[in-house]
C-alpha cells in the first residue's frame, strides 16, 4: 500500500513560481509511475504530468514550458515546478502513484492562483 500527502500549495499571484511536493510511503516507490494531476472548480480531474520508473516524462499541452515533474527515489518524493502561473491553474493538485493494477492517491493540495 503506498500513502500519498502533498505539500506546498497555497495563495499565489499571477506570474508566481511554486513547487509541490509529493512525499510517498513504502518500500518500492521507485517502480511506481508517478503523476500530478488537478481538479479545476465544475471540472473533472486531468492530468498534468507524469513520470515513469524509467524518469520518462509527459506533459499535457497547458504544462508545457511552464511546468516540471522530477522525482527522488531516495527520498520517495516527487516534484512539480510550476512557473508563470495563471488564475487558470487554479485547481486542487493530486499526487498519483501507479503500476500495474495499483493505483493511489494522495488527498490533493489546493493551488489558487489571482490575478
Known amino acids: 500500500q503506498v500513502q500519498l500527502v502533498e505539500f506546498g500549495g497555497g495563495l499565489l499571484q499571477s506570474g508566481e513560481c511554486r513547487t509541490l511536493?509529493?512525499?510517498?510511503?513504502?518500500?518500492?516507490?521507485?517502480?511506481?509511475?508517478m503523476a500530478w494531476y488537478r481538479q479545476a472548480p465544475g471540472k473533472g480531474r486531468e492530468l498534468v504530468a507524469s513520470?515513469?520508473?524509467?524518469?520518462?516524462?509527459n506533459y499535457k499541452e497547458f504544462a508545457k514550458g511552464r511546468f516540471t515533474i522530477s522525482r527522488d527515489n531516495a527520498k520517495n518524493a516527487v516534484y512539480l515546478q510550476m512557473s508563470n502561473l495563471k488564475p487558470d491553474d487554479t485547481a486542487v493538485y493530486y499526487c498519483n502513484s501507479h503500476r500495474g493494477s495499483r493505483n493511489h492517491w494522495g488527498q490533493g493540495i489546493q493551488v489558487t492562483v489571482s490575478s
Open positions: 511536493s509529493c512525499a510517498a510511503s513504502g518500500s518500492v516507490f521507485s517502480t511506481y509511475e
Open positions: 513520470i515513469s520508473s524509467t524518469d520518462t516524462t
